[in-house]
């Protein structure tokens, strides 16, 4: 007998069908792209680990001490620079900022030293390890505080594998506003399931470097002058750099004050990882931008396509250096009638914003030429001083807000930016060539309005 239970019953169980079909599809098509797999492992699963490289920073050596890995990590005030033209005091570990990577194997045993060469009392917090409560860096929680002068010592075993991080849980807004943290990676004892080709890391960060001055403001929260990568801002930031078809990982880790939408150019990735270890490949998931949340990290991956590609947080404000706050908007405002009435108060003004800031890029290249006394004649034209800022300087110890010159003009960037350079051949890590694209690939005018 059929009735209307029996139709909707039936309904239902069609409409299941339906979306378990379409999950499966959707499933089957993601673990398409991903490398064949027998009894759970890769065909060409490799022992050991591809060493990681840390952009624009280091790795920190260990001694072999009795079957255990002794490292020595010394908290200390340096003097750091974010990009040519601009420093700052600012306090690391072992003469950085962020300290020195820290890379082992699970299962290892590590005793890590810690020195103290502040003028407070410090800890260090290994964020995301699992270990006992009295090594866990909390300082009066868990620990007597490290006073200046002291060296503590820390010792557990390596439970886990992942991408993890350490910073002071000891006054911890100014000493992680001037820069103490760095990052810790725990390989996988039996190797990588799926072989990585490179593997890099990099640590995301905020400072308030104010212009004209040379000390981090640590009480700021968030009106931010300076977006890092490994404390450095574009153009200073290492590129990233592989061989096309290569697997490429990328780990991110985050301890400014803001969630960074990381964006890769060119590629979708797969988004494999986390301070929780390598996920299962079922867990993974295809992405071509992924939020890193604050105290967090995110493990990316691809396979590397030939070309020059941007890599940045999405955020537009943080792809800049050196940004003003509160000022007034001068966006469609002819500043013409007075600018030389500013600038009777404000000797060195430049009027700029009127059709958009990508004038800013002009001052820039004329304040070069200027200093290189390449402006000819131009230096005495009144409309070029007035519009494009010839000669003109900044604050002191202070970045432009947009920077980089690329094989076509401009770049316009700051902060978190940097590229990726992919090449069919051998490629350096600090190569600062670019991409020969091939003919018609480029794009070009067709038309002049």
């Not at 480029?442 to 002049?448: E, G, L, M, N, Q």
Request: proline share 7%.
């Amino acid at each position: 007998m059929f009735s209307r239970r029996n139709l909707l019953t039936s309904s239902l169980s069609l409409l299941g069908l339906g979306f378990l079909y379409s999950a499966k599809a959707e499933t089957t098509a993601l673990q398409d792209t991903l490398p064949s797999l027998e009894n759970g492992y890769t065909k060409n699963k490799r022992s050991g680990h591809v060493p990681v490289t840390t952009l624009n920073g280091t790795t920190l050596p260990y001694k072999m001490i009795n079957g255990v890995k002794e490292f020595h990590l010394i908290a200390e005030e340096i003097e750091h620079e974010f990009a040519p033209g601009s420093k700052a005091k600012c306090w690391g570990y072992n003469g950085s900022t962020p300290g020195p990577t820290i890379e082992a194997v699970e299962g290892d045993r590590v005793r890590i030293l810690v020195t103290n060469k502040l003028p407070e009392h410090t800890t260090i917090h290994w964020h995301g390890i699992l270990l006992p409560s009295g090594m866990d860096g909390v300082g009066g929680l868990n620990q007597p505080h490290i006073k200046p002068g002291e060296t503590f010592e820390y010792e557990f075993t390596l439970k886990q594998h992942g991408t993890h991080m350490y910073h002071p849980h000891a006054d911890e807004m100014v000493q992680l506003g001037v820069g103490m943290m760095g990052m810790f990676i725990i390989h996988p004892k039996g190797g990588e399931q799926v072989p990585i080709d490179r593997d890099y890391c990099f640590m995301l960060h905020n400072w308030a470097l104010h212009p004209g001055t040379y000390r981090p403001d640590p009480s700021i929260m968030v009106d931010f002058d300076l977006w890092t990568m490994n404390s450095k801002v574009f153009p200073a930031i290492d590129p990233i750099v592989a061989r096309t078809g290569e697997r490429v990982r990328i780990r991110i880790a985050n301890l400014s004050m803001w969630n960074h939408p990381m964006h890769l150019h060119g590629h979708q990735y797969w988004v494999t990882g986390s301070d929780g270890g390598r996920w299962p490949q079922s867990a993974w998931r295809p992405e071509v931008t992924e939020i890193v949340a604050v105290g967090q990290t995110r493990d990316i991956e691809f396979i590397a396509i030939p070309g020059d590609w941007a890599f940045h947080c999405h955020m537009s404000h943080h792809t800049m250096n050196a940004m003003g706050h509160g000022i007034a908007n001068p966006l469609g405002v002819n500043q013409s009638g007075i600018a030389d009435k500013v600038k009777s108060l404000l000797p060195g003004y430049v009027p700029m914003g009127e059709s958009g800031m990508a004038e800013h890029s002009e001052h820039l290249a004329m304040a070069v030429k200027a200093a290189k006394g390449e402006m000819g004649d131009m230096k005495d034209d009144k409309h070029a001083v007035m519009h494009h800022g010839a000669g003109f300087d900044g604050p002191r110890n202070t970045l432009p807000m947009m920077t980089g010159e690329g094989p076509f003009g401009p770049i316009e960037m700051g902060g978190m930016f940097t590229v990726v350079k992919i090449r069919d051949g051998k490629i350096k890590q600090k190569d600062k060539g670019w991409y020969n694209n091939p003919p018609g690939t480029v794009a070009k005018r067709i038309k002049h309005i």
